[in-house]
């Protein structure tokens, strides 16, 4: 997924916004259902305005109020969305859903869309500090479920090295 600056030099095409809008909602999410809950909540909102920066803007405050609205963090309760390979993206999925929410939301437009630490506070309503916190916490859990503790391997036990 190209990132957020690259996307604004390559202009604001409808399918995009929309395609940067799912990838993000998804990552967010973990759910295609909820994901598409969540954009079609961003156009509805949008009232025909396709600018990108607004429909981020917009799905950053919808999650934003999703997640504390409800129980906290979210649970991949669509099972058809389930990553099933046991492959690094979808390892780093199932991580990235460990995250408290607001951990998360800062994650992904940091790491994936790559906006700066500005951007995303102004974009969330997070204060600039609170935002390098999240971001230093969020990355620590991380590192917990994906890399292995001190003295252990990633390969499997029956692994032979050669």
Known sequence: MPKLGETFKQGDSPKQIVNLLYNTGYR??????ETEELVKGVFDALNGNSNLNTALNNMCLMYM???TSGSGKNSLKDKSSTPTKGNSTNKI?????????????VLVLREILGLSYSEIAEMTGIE???VTRL????????????????????LPKNTVVK
């Open 93 to 105: 999925q199932e991580a990235l859903l460990t995250l408290q929410p607001a951990e998360r939301l």
């Open 128 to 130: 600039k500090m609170a």
């Open 135 to 154: 971001l230093n916490t969020g990355r620590w859990a991380l590192r917990k479920h994906l890399v292995p503790p001190p003295g252990k391997s990633r």
């Open 28 to 33: 967010l999410t973990g759910s295609h259902k």
């Open 65 to 67: 109020n999703k997640t």
